[in-house]
């Protein structure tokens, strides 16, 4: 049983393209979920925490439906620096849990 | 910004050696973690540890496996006997309690390999 599910991609994209990530997750009693971004061999860093009302930074925007047990990611206008894997993850009791990352290439 | 350091950043080790992964976390956090990622496969949660003792730890974190915070700033990991499938990335990370899961801050990583 897979707690968390991803799309492992690639999704190969231009600059300028908009590009939307979706996860699953098992568990309906969770609470909090976010969406890390992860480059190669390095550490996942905190992009954007999820909320059922919607949550906007910039060009990116997530989105959770609690009853679909379903997480999005939005990325608008996309970037050479937007280039890495992009981690659904899910808090549980203060640890977390990952989804194994949907890898994105932006090109020139 | 406060950072949690990890040392070495790369560690090579024989099959049955036994290695100690070192972590310092942020020093106004009290939750600790390791987390390890297997080259290509998702960051899988090893333990937690909580006013000097293990709070959480997953089916991965057998006897094989330690932690230790010896002098109140180190968070160490200890693995004994290191086997060939114990290669990989292990991250360490500290917790801001008062933001819950929403205040975790990773280092950088230690990557393990195992020949």
């Known amino acids: 049983r897979k707690e968390v599910e991803q799309d492992p991609g690639p999704f190969n994209v231009p600059e300028g393209a908009t590009v939307a990530f979706n996860c699953t997750y098992s568990n309906s009693a969770s609470q909090s979920f976010f969406w890390y971004r992860q480059d190669c061999r390095k550490e996942p860093k905190l992009l954007m925490s999820v909320y059922s009302s919607g949550n906007e930074d910039g060009r990116f925007t997530a989105q959770l439906n609690r009853a679909s047990q379903y997480i999005s990611l939005l990325i608008r206008d996309s970037k050479l620096s937007d280039s890495a894997t992009y981690l659904c993850?899910?808090?549980?009791?203060?640890?977390?849990?990952f989804g194994k990352g949907t890898k994105l290439s932006v090109k020139p | 910004e406060p950072e949690v350091t990890q040392t070495p950043s790369h560690q090579v080790t024989q099959m049955g050696q036994e290695v100690i992964l070192r972590c310092v976390p942020i020093s106004n956090h009290l939750y600790f973690y390791w987390y390890r990622q297997i080259l290509g496969q998702k960051v899988e949660f090893l333990v937690s540890?909580?006013?000097?003792?293990?709070?959480?730890k997953s089916e991965i974190f057998d006897d094989q496996f330690s932690v230790e915070r010896p002098d109140g700033s180190n968070f160490t990991l200890k693995i004994r006997s290191t086997k060939l499938e114990d290669s990989a990335m292990y991250f360490c990370?500290?917790?801001?309690?008062?933001?819950?899961?929403?205040?975790?801050?990773f280092g950088s990583g230690t990557r393990l390999t195992v020949v």
């Open positions: 990370a500290s917790l801001d309690q008062d933001r819950g899961s929403y205040g975790y801050t």
């Open positions: 540890f909580y006013n000097n003792e293990i709070s959480e």
């Open positions: 993850v899910r808090g549980s009791q203060g640890n977390l849990i």
